[in-house]
């Protein structure tokens, strides 16, 4: 677990911070109400604190001190202060602070205490600095490490267009405009062919008086534009406002693929990519395996704990079955069903994993209201290559009702035998 510094003199200040770091944050937070406690705490667990959020007048450092304090230990560190100081605010970013936030509300302190979020995904983010000039390209490069990006480094259009086919992960590009033999407004409009705006973020700059350059930029694919020179304050609002809007298109994506409830593939997703799974298998003459695995007395179970206590028990399958099955097409179909195509299994195979699965599920005891119990499921497997993927999946729903009317906790597939 993550472990992050808090300084902060003010007993009411610190409370609403409490609160919203036990709340909403996953970390192991320590607290300090001075200078000499922070260093303490630094000196007890050996300086490795992730992030630092630090009050900028404390009793025993009045003039920021602390601020230089945790940089000198290399912590990121967000400022939290009660005035607007703008020369200070200079100052402070030019020391390399990671945001400088001011005490005007509830938001602020929400603000600043959800950069240590935003830090921990930046972690995760490859982002391409592009500009001929080394000095200009080494102080974007900097500015993204202050917040823990993972920094990539191009001298020209053709040189980053190379380094995004060596590192397809890259999320956001920055570029100057001008450099020699590829600009960066023809690299921006070169890689807009490739992909869309929510696949690459870019990002133009320039330091050149022509307005409308924002605005040729922008008309040819550039999600933002930056007139240089630029405050650091100015180039992190644009460019996590950019991944922001990135992250919440990726959650809706994933969302319109999944099930509501159990964060499984749902049934329209499934069939649109079993028919391209079905497909290859038929070229290449392998077996394409379909199961059908439904919950023995799960009305049962809706009628002693509710709604809510089924639904609880879904999830627990659904993680279960996520775990087990997670390398082959799962999903859950309706209700208490779930389908799993497992290309590459022949028949036998494909009932000696459903079977082992059907085990490990009836072993997994799962709490509902205070009480704990295991869950069983019935399968049907089949192998059978049909006319459509539609004809398989009723053959394996007749061999579910075979282990249904054999008692359940049964795993039925070709040769019709049922496997417990």
């Known amino acids: 677990m993550k472990r992050i ?22 970390y192991e937070a320590f607290y300090a109400a001075s200078l000499a406690e922070a260093k303490a705490l630094c000196e007890a667990q050996g300086d490795e604190f992730f992030a630092a959020l630090v009050d900028l007048n404390l009793p025993d450092a009045p003039d920021g001190e602390v601020v230089d304090f945790t940089l000198s230990k290399k912590i990121p560190t967000i400022v939290l202060t009660g005035s607007y100081d703008e020369q200070r605010r200079e100052q402070l970013f030019n020391k390399g602070i990671v945001d400088y936030v001011t005490k005007e509300g509830r938001y602020a302190y929400s603000k600043a205490v959800g950069m240590f979020e935003r830090l921990e995904k930046n972690q995760q983010i490859k982002v391409l600095v592009v500009d001929d000039s080394d000095m200009s390209r080494k102080y974007v490069a900097n500015l993204f490490k202050r917040h823990l990006f993972q920094v990539l480094e191009a001298a020209d259009g053709m040189e980053a267009i190379k380094v995004l086919l060596e590192h397809p992960d890259i999320k956001l590009l920055i570029t100057d405009y001008n450099m020699p033999r590829m600009d960066g407004f023809e690299l921006v409009k070169n ?194 290559v049909c006319a459509s993927m539609d004809e398989q999946l009723n053959q394996a729903v007749k061999f579910l009702q075979l282990a249904k009317e054999s008692s359940g906790g049964m795993v039925v597939g070709d040769d019709e035998e049922v496997t417990d």
Do not use: W
């Open 191 to 384: 890689l807009r062919y490739k992909y869309d705006k929510t696949g690459l973020i870019m990002i133009g700059v320039s330091g050149e008086s022509n307005e409308a350059l924002s605005a040729k930029f922008i008309k040819h694919g550039a999600n933002d534009f930056l007139r240089k020179p630029f405050h650091p304050e100015e180039f992190y609002c644009r460019v996590i406002h950019n991944l922001e809007l990135l992250e919440q298109v990726e959650l809706l994506d994933y969302y319109a693929d999944r099930d509501p409830l159990t964060g499984l593939y749902h049934r329209s997703y499934f069939f649109r990519h079993a028919q391209d799974l079905e497909s290859q298998a038929r070229e290449k003459s392998t077996p394409l395996a379909f199961a059908v695995m439904n919950l023995d007395d799960f009305a049962l179970i809706n009628q002693r704990f509710g709604n809510q206590g089924g639904d609880l028990v879904l999830q627990h399958v659904a993680t279960l079955l996520q775990q087990m099955l997670d390398r082959f097409l799962l999903c859950r179909a309706s209700g208490d069903e779930f389908f799993v195509l497992l290309p590459g299994l022949d028949n036998e195979k494909a009932v000696s994993l459903i079977s082992r699965v059907r085990q490990l599920v009836a072993a997994a005891p799962v709490v509902v209201q205070g009480e704990s119990f295991c869950c069983n499921f019935s399968a049907g497997v089949t192998n059978l």
């Open 5 to 26: 510094l808090i300084v902060e003199d003010s007993e009411m200040v610190m409370r609403v911070l409490r609160h919203l770091i036990q709340n909403t944050l996953p």
